[in-house]
Structures are given as structure tokens and as C-alpha cells.
């Protein structure tokens, strides 16, 4: 199967930003330009999410001053990684224009799993673990072979999951019962902290590591002719990213404890978790076959087959993962409560995840998205839920707040489609 063929199929998975690396342009004046016109003509990506982020925290950081405390930023990035993570991979479904209504209920089951065989099995945390996600792959397993093979709408056939697997955690744990969830290491995720020097050097690992293959590749295009950013538009997004990670590292190891005998400081282990998560998948996506398919099929589904692409097995894998990442983020939700209980992973649980992959820039009607979008929307759903907790606000504000944010996401998504289908895009 050809490379060359496969790519052509695909959508750019970069949308939004100065991250398209599939134009050249000779100074920052003519990158920034193209940006404008890439906004113009509908590709917005992120950076509706990343302006309200931004909207978001002014907002709250004036009403109360303890929004920008370490000690609320530390437990925001804690509040915001299960969702991020369950919307991962909820991407991966909604970029072939699928839905899975069941993967909230799916983490909860899995977490019970891992539960189960921590307690009564006395497994380690990682067997515990690879039990737990097994579990979830074969849940996507099924689900993927029904839509796929069958041709049930994905609608219907995670509808019937989502009341299914319900009676996973109510069967094994009992009406109204709970699990403690207190092994040390999966439970220290959420209220552990990566030690302050390893956190340093993590970060500075990250920004030289990034730095270097960024300039390793403009070297390497622009002593092959190809096509590549300007210098000064690398240069940039290295301090950028340098700014980032070194600000945040610097914000989370400071010692955030309100009680001066004792010392709170480091990184959440949380943080490190969703990190990793991010880059893999960003991996997989942008620089592998499977991802490459993934973006032809939720393009369009009959030209990725004629060019030889198994869409069936790209729409099986994208379910697995998408169950996959749902156990993952049923551990951090079940490390964060500490406990397991027959409503994990209900609720709004899914809602929430759903929202912060559109809110993030993924688009509902598949070919466009990264896992970059569930970390930009995750961070929005979790601001909204901590800000206005701080603000003493009633439960039916986040909602109404939450509900709205998502409304104007999805009609950004809508408006963008038209222009892009008006600009031949």
C-alpha cells in the first residue's frame, strides 16, 4: 500500500495554530498570514478552546484569589485527568464520525475489575491494571466488530453497553456498596507528587528533547528542498513550549501547603500519566499508518476502502482504544475518590468527556481532531467545575455554564464545515 496514497486520503491532523508544517513561508509575516487565511477559511482548530481557556481563567482569577493558587492549579490538573484521558480516546471514535455512549460506564467497570483483583486476588497494581484495560479492549473488541461488521449505528449498539455494562460494578460490588481503592501506587497518582528534582529534569528533558527535533527536522527538510517552516517560527515555538513547561514546573514544585510545618511540592503524578498519554497518541496519529487510515476513514469512509485501506479494522481498533483509554481514566477517577462504587464512571461522567474533545476542537462529523483537543477541553470543562465551586455557585450553574460552552463549541465546529466546503477544503 502506498505511503504516498495513504496521506493524500487523510485530512492534516494539525488544525489550529502555527502546527501545520505542510506550507513554507519565508518569514513570520507570511506564517502568520497563512494563518489568517487558514482562519478564514474555516480551519479554527483549537484556538476557539484555548481563547476561552484564557477567558475562563481571567475570569475566575479576578472574582477569587485563591483560583491561581499552587495548591487549586495542583488540584485542578488532578480534577482534570480522568476526563482529558476518557476524552483521548473518545477522539478516536468521533474522528470517524462514530459515537460511544458507553465508555463513561466502561471505565467505571473496568476500575471495579482492577478493584476486584487487587482486594480479593491480592494481584500487584500492574497485573491489577492490565486486567482492567484487557477488559476494556474487549469491551471495544465487541462493540467495534457490531458496528463494524453488522453495521449497527454506533449510536444504538453503545446505547445498549452503556445500560449493559452498568450491571458489571452492581453485580460484583452490591447495591450501594463500595470498593476501597487504596493501593499506594495507583491511589498515589492523585495524591502523591513526583519528586521536585525529577519533575525539574523531566521538564528540561522535554524542552531539549523537543528542541531538537524540531530543528533536527527543519534541518533535515531544508537539506532535502522540501517543503518547511522559517527559522524564526521553530525558534518561537520552542521558547513557547520552553515557557510552558518550565512555568508550570516551576508553579507546581513550589510548596502549596496551607500549613507551614508541613510540605506540599512536585508535580502531581497525574500530570506525568496524561503527558505521556498525549505524546504517544500524538504519535500514533501523526506519524504512523494506523493514524494516517484513521484520518482517510472519517474523511471519507468508501475513498479510504478504494485505496485499499481495511476500514473495518481502523473502525475496530478505534473502539478498542477507545475502551482502552476509558479504563485508564476509570483508575484516575477511582484514585481521586478512592473508591470504586456501582455509579462509577456514570453520571455526567461521559458528557463531560464528549464535551471537552469538541470543546477541544475535534470535530463531531470525523476526519479532524487530535488528543491535543481532549487536553485544551478538558481543561475547560475542569476551570468551569473548579472556578465556580470557589465562587460557591449552585450545581445547576456549572451546567447551564458547561451546556453552553458546548453549545457554542459544536456551532463553531458547524460554521467552519460550511466555510471549508465553501473554499473547496
Known amino acids: 500500500m502506498s505511503t504516498d496514497t495513504d496521506t493524500a486520503s487523510a ?8 502546527d501545520n508544517d505542510n506550507r513554507q513561508a519565508g518569514s513570520i509575516a507570511d506564517s502568520a498570514r497563512d494563518y489568517v487565511n487558514r482562519l478564514r477559511g474555516g480551519d479554527m482548530g483549537s484556538l476557539p478552546a484555548i481563547l476561552g481557556l484564557v477567558v475562563l481563567v481571567v475570569i475566575f482569577a479576578s472574582l477569587n484569589d485563591r483560583f491561581l493558587t499552587t495548591y487549586n492549579m495542583a488540584n485542578l490538573v488532578v480534577q482534570a485527568s480522568a476526563i482529558i484521558v476518557l476524552a483521548m480516546g473518545i477522539v478516536f471514535v468521533l474522528l470517524l464520525g462514530e459515537i460511544d455512549l458507553s465508555a463513561g460506564v466502561a471505565g467505571g467497570a473496568c476500575a471495579t475489575i482492577t478493584a476486584l483483583m487487587l482486594i480479593d486476588y491480592d494481584w500487584t497494581w500492574w497485573m491489577a491494571t492490565l486486567a482492567g484495560v484487557a477488559f476494556g479492549a474487549v469491551i471495544g473488541l465487541a462493540i467495534g466488530s457490531l458496528v463494524s461488521f453488522l453495521g449497527i449505528p454506533s449510536f444504538v449498539v453503545t446505547l445498549a453497553f452503556f445500560l449493559g455494562l452498568q450491571a458489571v460494578p452492581l453485580k460484583l460490588i452490591g447495591s450501594g456498596g463500595s470498593l476501597r481503592f487504596n493501593d499506594p501506587v495507583l491511589r498515589g497518582l492523585s495524591i502523591k507528587n513526583v519528586p521536585v528534582t525529577a519533575g525539574w529534569v523531566a521538564a528540561v528533558v522535554i524542552v531539549v528533547a523537543f528542541a531538537a527535533l524540531s530543528l533536527w527536522r527543519y534541518r533535515s527538510l531544508s537539506a532535502k528542498g522540501l517543503i518547511h517552516p522559517p527559522i524564526a517560527l521553530v525558534v518561537i515555538r520552542i521558547a513557547v513550549l520552553a515557557v510552558i513547561v518550565l512555568g508550570l514546573t516551576a508553579l507546581l514544585n513550589a510548596n502549596r501547603s496551607p500549613n507551614p510545618i508541613f510540605d506540599i511540592s512536585g508535580i502531581p503524578w497525574a500530570a506525568p500519566v496524561v503527558i505521556a498519554l498525549l505524546l504517544f497518541w500524538t504519535y500514533v496519529l501523526t506519524k504512523t499508518r494506523f493514524g494516517r487510515h484513521l484520518y ?6 468508501e ?4 485505496a485499499g485501506i481495511n476500514v473495518l479494522r481502523v473502525r ?38 464528549v464535551a471537552a474533545a469538541v470543546i477541544g476542537g475535534t470535530s463531531l462529523f470525523g476526519g479532524r481532531g487530535r488528543a491535543l483537543d481532549a487536553v485544551i477541553g478538558g481543561l475547560v470543562i475542569a476551570t468551569i467545575s473548579n472556578g465556580l465551586g470557589l465562587l460557591n455557585q449552585a450545581a445547576y450553574i456549572n451546567f447551564v455554564v458547561t451546556g453552553s460552552v458546548l453549545l457554542l463549541a459544536a456551532s463553531v465546529d458547524a460554521i467552519s464545515r460550511r466555510r471549508r466546503s465553501s473554499a473547496g477544503v
Request: aromatic residues 8%.
Open 11 to 18: 485530512p492534516s491532523p494539525a488544525a489550529g495554530g502555527f
Open 296 to 301: 482517510a476513514v472519517g474523511g471519507n469512509a
Open 303 to 306: 475513498a479510504a476502502r478504494r
Open 316 to 353: 475496530i481498533m478505534a473502539f478498542v482504544i477507545c475502551t482502552g483509554m476509558a479504563a485508564l481514566a476509570g483508575l484516575l477517577s477511582a484514585s481521586y475518590t478512592g473508591k470504586v462504587s456501582p455509579g462509577s464512571g456514570g453520571s455526567n461522567t461521559l458528557l463531560y468527556a
